[in-house]
Antibody
Framework: EVQLEESGGGLVKPGGSLRLSCATS????????MSWVRQAPGKGLEWVAT?????EYAAPVKGRFTISRDDSKNTLYLQMNSLKTEDTAVYYC????????WGQGTLVTVSS | DIVMTQSPDSLAVSLGERATINCKSS????????????LAWYQQKPGQPPKLLIH???TRESGVPDRFSGSGSGTDFTLTITSLQAEDVAVYYC?????????FGQGTKVEIK
């Protein structure tokens, strides 16, 4: 059974940094494309970044966020720097280009 | 960027009746190389992550009830729920994974009338 578990969310001030983690099990992680998708409170879904061998980013986060992975730990990361209030959201990790498996999400709140 | 526009934003359907959600992309998401539409549908219930229902526009995921079906090609797609059940109350999103940035529709809220 594929399982994804995000962690690392919390309250941070504007301009601050956070690193999110997504621990996975039940899949061949090294062969799996992984993505981050976020959802602001009461809003829709927004793709953030994908690691599929090469990394790709949404325009609002490019240059501030970095997606990475540790295949030895079956874990995906999202390093978030220069955070803005508009980055406040639940951040989900998801597998493959079709996002067939999702974690439960971790809440990031950017506020002074 | 490919803009995904869903209609309606919300709909109320009686139990056992049909619900139809439309999704229109600003550019085609049909690949000429494999003749596949890079279009997925998700269901999201309150407090839960999205759940993949359909990919390649019409391929139902394992375990998804057959009252859910997807259709369409190119730029126009439809998610149909035949015989709506109480547990189908949720927000539904379409999503194109044809190109970066990947984009989602704004969501359609389905309620019971």
């Amino acid at each position: 059974e594929v399982q994804l578990e995000e962690s690392g969310g919390g309250l941070v001030k504007p301009g601050g940094s956070l690193r999110l983690s997504c621990a996975t099990s039940g899949l061949i992680f090294s062969n799996t494309w992984m993505s981050w998708v976020r959802q602001a409170p009461g809003k829709g879904l927004e793709w953030v970044a994908t690691d599929g061998g090469t990394t790709e980013y949404a325009a609002p986060v490019k240059g501030r966020f970095t997606i990475s992975r540790d295949d030895s730990k079956n874990t995906l990361y999202l390093q978030m720097n220069s955070l803005k209030t508009e980055d406040t959201a639940v951040y989900y990790c998801a597998t493959n280009s079709i996002a067939d498996y999702w974690g439960q999400g971790t809440l990031v709140t950017v506020s002074s | 960027d490919i803009v995904m526009t869903q209609s309606p934003d919300s709909l109320a359907v009686s139990l056992g009746e049909r619900a139809t959600i439309n999704c229109k992309s600003s550019q085609s998401v049909l690949s000429n190389s494999n003749n596949k539409n890079y279009l997925a549908w998700y269901q999201q219930k309150p407090g839960q992550p999205p759940k993949l229902l359909i990919h390649w526009a019409s391929t139902r995921e394992s375990g998804v009830p057959d009252r859910f079906s997807g259709s369409g090609s190119g730029t126009d797609f439809t998610l149909t729920i035949t015989s709506l059940q109480a547990e189908d109350v949720a927000v539904y999103y379409c999503h194109q994974y044809y190109t970066t940035p990947r984009t989602f529709g704004q969501g359609t809220k389905v309620e019971i009338k």
